[in-house]
């Protein structure tokens, strides 16, 4: 079965569940509307007892380049101060609660760039399998940002603190095999072997003991994860600096593809 939305695509083959990013223009970047299509999918597949694994992943070359800086209208330097992002943030963070919160094991497909919002989509699932050409990073910094959507949580809880803040103070590309090394995602397999990969994986969780992986998943998460508290601290200080000079002149610098020049308000 197949359902299009906007931006999302769900499909279902047996007992797995597909949940597709399909703005790949864009690598997948979401916007409030995506996003809120992506919690609403995840929130009727989690309640389907039909179903018994969903995976989320994207299509074309990104798993998903984290928030659409355009939000659906025409940005230029000279208007981009007028850009609220804010909607993507509490959006995205409910996103993120849903997919932590599903009892249905999730699965981030990830076969290109997971950044920002998308990386910490990825993290929440309860497993991540990678290719080996793709990359995560979190990429807030450059833009005068601090990271959000959870990822402050999901990505210390994974890999510790001084690798987490390597990487959001530095917004390094941290390739797949990498990522799989410091833990950051479950597994990474060669592109060509990524397909089968995939498909296998999603059948031994699909007919696994469903109640025995819900309770699982939310022990193990319980006994390392303060996502809400994460959220709290980072939508309170996202919001403060998408108010800031530094911000303003971070997205006219990425729009004008030149170094950014901070002054520190």
């Known amino acids: ?76 330097p000279d208007n981009q101060q007028d850009v609220d992002l804010s909607a993507t943030l509490y959006g995205a963070g409910r996103l993120v609660r849903a997919i932590v919160t599903a009892r249905t094991p999730t699965v981030a497909l990830v076969g290109g760039v997971a950044a920002g919002a998308g990386l910490s989509i990825a993290l929440a699932c309860d497993y991540s399998l990678a290719t080996e050409s793709a990359s995560f990073t979190m990429a807030f910094v450059k833009i005068g940002l601090m990271p959000d ?66 309770a699982t998943s939310a022990a193990v998460t319980a006994a390392v994860l303060d996502l809400e508290a994460a959220l709290a ?12 000079a530094d911000f303003r002149e971070g997205v006219a610098a990425f729009l004008e593809k030149r170094a950014a020049r901070f002054q520190g308000h």
Do not use: H
């Not at 070359?61 to 659906?72: Q, W």
């Open 233 to 244: 601290v980072e939508e309170s200080g996202q919001v403060a600096l998408l108010q800031t």
């Open 1 to 76: 079965m197949t359902q299009p939305g906007a931006r999302v695509v769900v499909t279902t083959e047996g007992p797995v569940a597909t949940i597709t990013m399909t703005a790949p223009e864009r690598l997948n970047a979401v916007d409030p509307a995506m996003l809120e299509e992506l919690t609403a999918a995840v929130g009727s597949l989690d309640a389907d007892p039909a179903v018994r694994v969903i995976a989320i992943t994207g299509a074309g070359r990104g798993f998903c380049a984290g928030a659409d800086l355009g939000a659906g209208r025409d940005i230029t």
């Open 149 to 214: 959507c959870g990822s402050t949580a999901l990505v210390a809880a994974n890999i510790g603190r001084a690798k987490a803040l390597r990487m959001a103070l530095t917004g390094e590309r941290i390739p797949a095999p990498v990522a799989e090394a410091w833990g950051l995602i479950c597994e990474c397999v060669a592109d060509e072997a990524y397909a089968e990969r995939s498909r296998a994986l999603l059948a031994q969780l699909a007919g696994s003991a469903p109640v025995a992986v819900a």
